[in-house]
């Protein structure tokens, strides 16, 4: 039967619900937007359940929505097979042999109830954490490895289980792995719920950069890394695939004079990645493109997992509705990097990390608590929520006290362009409404 026409405004639709879910994260647009446009894709995708045992607040219907993104460091896709050799020398992070079952990028989405602001929550992965269950005997270690250690020991439990094909106890054990992963990610963040989980490779988030390239970013100083292959110039630019991928890997400067990157400023680019990625899809009509379109849902059979629960035409519904408000990244805080048992870590104020956690979720965290401005404005003291947008006024720090100097201006660096604000430490929340100049 033949379709009508898509009209200006139903394309519109459909771009918001794309964009929506884009600034949620890449992992959401493949995982969801494009098995919401192929519904049978969705049968063909990996699901697992989890359950958080240790969390009160499990209602069946909330109206808020906690979705937590796994992007995973294995070189391999969800059934374990290797890559191409093209996505290899792309990634610069060597072969199917390489690398573990770590889940690298963590973001925990939150859209409160009544969609008024979203916030991707990045959760810095060497931070050091109590493991849920002890996998493998350890009780601390870094929050990524809870997925490999937990996949690792349920796969030595199921080794000798003639029940089981292979490819059965592969994906028992990372279907393990995820309840871990997921159960310490609630945990460190004060318990909370956890609604669903979107999980993605390597090779999967290297294929959505060629489907997406090019990308516009903007970096404050240029820089170089032999290990990411990253090499950047200052200021706006365009990158395609393999620069897209070594822009969002690069955690150190290899270069004489470059900037002093750490995985923190990695975490950052990675926001950056996503808030541009949204930008680029109001600007044209990437996913009106068949063969774009084609190797996305390649992407979501081969390279995602969904928890069991995860309903994708409720979440278009969620989507549509958050799209209006835009979103923001946070990342947390940490206190230190140091050394534990030869590892480098890093260490955390646990109320700190919960604190922020629980005022995000509460709505009041972008908000200005001693001056009582606007919270949307982002205006009045101790607020970050204008920082770095263009056209944004500091707030009026009123007459100094007599027998006090008056404090200097904050001396902001322009943006190289319309449409861009410099961000200039890994810790300064991404605001929606313009793309970020980062480190």
């Not at 390597?202 to 890394?225: K, R, W």
């Not at 923001?328 to 870590?345: H, K, M, N, W």
């Not at 955390?348 to 401005?373: C, H, K, N, R, S």
Request: aromatic share 6%; proline share 6%.
């Amino acid at each position: 039967m033949l379709t009508p026409p898509r009209t200006p405004r139903s394309r519109r639709r459909r771009l918001m619900t794309t964009l929506a879910v884009t600034l949620a994260s890449v992992l959401l647009l493949t995982g969801v937007g494009i098995a919401i446009a192929y519904h049978a894709v969705t049968s063909n995708i990996v699901r697992s359940d989890f359950t958080l045992p240790q969390v009160d607040d499990l209602e069946t219907d909330p109206g808020e929505q906690n979705i937590l993104i796994m992007g995973m460091d294995s070189r391999v896709d969800q059934n374990g097979q290797p890559l191409p050799e093209e996505i290899y020398d792309a990634l610069h992070a060597g072969t199917a042999d390489d690398g573990g079952y770590n889940a690298n990028v963590l973001m925990l989405l939150h859209i409160p109830e009544d969609r008024s602001q979203t916030v991707g929550i990045s959760i810095p992965r060497d931070d050091y954490v109590e493991l849920a269950g002890a996998p493998l005997g350890i009780t601390h270690s870094k929050i990524k490895e809870a997925y490999g250690l937990a996949m690792q020991e349920r796969m030595s439990e199921l080794v000798n289980d003639a029940s089981m094909s292979d490819a059965e106890r592969y994906q028992a054990a990372r279907s393990a792995g995820r309840q871990a992963q997921i159960e310490t990610v609630s945990h460190f963040l004060g318990d909370v719920r956890i609604d669903h989980f979107v999980e993605m490779t390597m090779g999967g988030f290297a294929y959505i950069s060629q489907a997406v390239a090019p990308i516009t970013v903007c970096l404050n100083q240029a820089t170089e890394d032999v290990y990411s292959g990253a090499n950047f110039v200052a200021g706006v630019q365009e990158l395609d695939a393999a620069q897209a991928m070594s822009f969002v890997r690069q955690r150190r400067d290899t270069g004489f004079d470059g900037p002093y990157l750490t995985d923190l400023d990695r975490s950052r680019r990675q926001q950056a990645f996503l808030a541009s990625v949204a930008h680029e899809l109001t600007q044209r009509s990437t996913l009106t493109n068949p063969k774009t379109v084609s190797a996305l849902v390649d992407v979501t059979q081969n390279h995602v997992a969904l928890d069991t629960d995860f309903n994708v035409l409720e979440f278009l519904r969620i989507a549509v509705e958050a799209s209006k408000s835009g979103a923001r990244f946070v990342t947390l805080p940490i206190v230190d990097f140091e050394f534990v048992d030869g590892a480098s870590v890093n260490t955390v104020d646990l109320d700190e990390v919960q604190g922020v956690v629980a005022a995000i979720f509460a709505g009041t965290y972008f908000a200005a608590p001693d001056a009582g401005g606007d919270p949307d404005s982002g205006e009045g003291a101790g607020s970050q929520a204008g920082a770095g947008e263009p056209g944004a006024e500091l707030p009026d720090a009123g007459e100094p006290d007599a027998g006090e100097p008056a404090e200097a201006p904050v001396d902001r660096p322009e943006p190289p362009a319309p449409g861009f604000a410099v961000v200039e430490t890994w810790d300064e929340p991404i605001l929606a409404g313009s793309l970020p100049c980062v480190n």
